[in-house]
């Protein structure tokens, strides 16, 4: 059993940006997959970025392909940068780990952070 905690968040001006972090308590992420996903009021919560624990080989939904990027910090630590950040990115991200390969399928992801809020305004 692995608990995320989940740092960082805020409120900024777009063009501005972020850094999150997921933290693991109880476990590490050796051997597991680390994955981003947000969810904007009113809507499903969808992927934004995974990482893998073999090859590290990262994941993007095309939406942030460019301007976000997902890490490893180390093995109690993950981590999405934010930059160039837009309204659209206004949302509650979740971080969230399972075994094996990264999935852009939130149903096989069965360890989620609380989420933690962002929001993009002038």
């Known amino acids: 059993q692995v608990l995320l905690v989940q740092s960082g968040g805020g409120l900024v001006q777009p063009g501005d940006s972020l850094r999150l972090s997921c933290a693991a308590s109880g476990g590490t992420f050796n051997n597991r997959a680390v994955a981003w996903f947000r969810q904007a009021p009113g809507k499903e919560r969808e992927f934004v970025a995974a990482i893998g624990w073999s090859t590290s080989g990262t994941y993007y939904a095309d939406s942030v392909k460019g301007r976000f990027t997902i890490s490893r910090d180390n093995a109690y630590m993950a981590a999405l940068q934010m930059n160039s950040l837009k309204p659209e990115d206004t949302a509650t991200y979740y971080c969230?780990?399972?075994?094996?390969?990264?999935?852009?399928?939130?149903?096989?992801?069965?360890?989620w952070g609380q989420g933690t809020q962002v929001t993009v305004s002038s």
């Open positions: 969230a780990t399972r075994f094996g390969e990264p999935s852009r399928t939130i149903g096989d992801y069965a360890y």
